[in-house]
T-cell receptor, first 115, second 112 residues
């Protein structure tokens, strides 16, 4: 039951160029989306989030775009830096009618930024 | 900057033994979670905890698992009788409300 999908297991970009990571979801009840960055043997680090009432959120070099009709979101990193090389996870949560905020994660995309 | 801390960083245990994984969430957060990641797989939700009780749990979180917030600062995950397939990275997380969850560095559990 893959409610959150990241179809690209890996992505390689040149330093200074734009990195675009994609994520698709199937559950229309999801109303909050997040991107996390993860280095090996470390916990996920929160990057940026977006509520379903918005279609764009920007924080420095990171911008998340949400297309609700297509159930698609993307993370843009510009300019990409070698230190951005990591696994990027898309995650989603929805209203369950209770005091909970369970995250459903995608499978991740390994980003390699080449110097 | 406040952070979620987890101990130990690595735990090796024999099959059938009990393990307790410990976490100190961010102090003003209200929601607490355990997730796990089996090697090569995605991060999976185990359980969420709010107002001193479990608010949601996944199918993975069976009777062998329990959580506790014994003293208002620590948040623990206990596995009563470990199996080989429990080997994974276990991540504790906390959040203030319906906002982003902040994760700890994880505990690598190896069951032999």
């Amino acid at each position: 039951d893959q409610q959150v999908k990241q179809n690209s297991p890996s992505l390689s970009v040149q330093e200074g160029r734009i990195s675009i990571l994609n994520c698709d979801y199937t559950n229309s009840m999801f109303d909050y989306f997040l991107w996390y960055k993860k280095y090996p043997a470390e916990g996920p680090t929160f990057l940026i989030s977006i509520s379903s009432i918005k279609d764009k959120n920007e924080d420095g070099r990171f911008t998340v775009f949400l297309n609700k009709s297509a159930k698609h979101l993307s993370l843009h990193i510009v300019p990409s830096q070698p230190g951005d090389s990591a696994v990027y996870f898309c995650a989603a949560s929805g209203v369950d009618g209770g005091a909970t905020n369970k995250l459903i994660f995608g499978t991740g995309t390994l980003l390699a930024v080449q110097p | 900057e406040p952070e979620v801390t987890q101990t130990p960083s690595h735990q090796v245990t024999q099959m059938g033994q009990e393990v307790i994984l410990r976490c100190v969430p961010i102090s003003n957060h209200l929601y607490f979670y355990w997730y796990r990641q089996i090697l090569g797989q995605k991060v999976e939700f185990l359980v969420s905890f709010y107002n001193n009780e479990i608010s949601e749990k996944s199918e993975i979180f069976d009777d062998q698992f329990s959580v506790e917030r014994p003293d208002g600062s620590n948040f623990t995950l206990k596995i009563r009788s470990t199996k080989l397939e429990d080997s994974a990275m276990y991540f504790c997380a906390s959040s203030l409300q319906r906002t982003e969850a902040f994760f700890g560095q994880g505990t690598r559990l190896t069951v032999v």
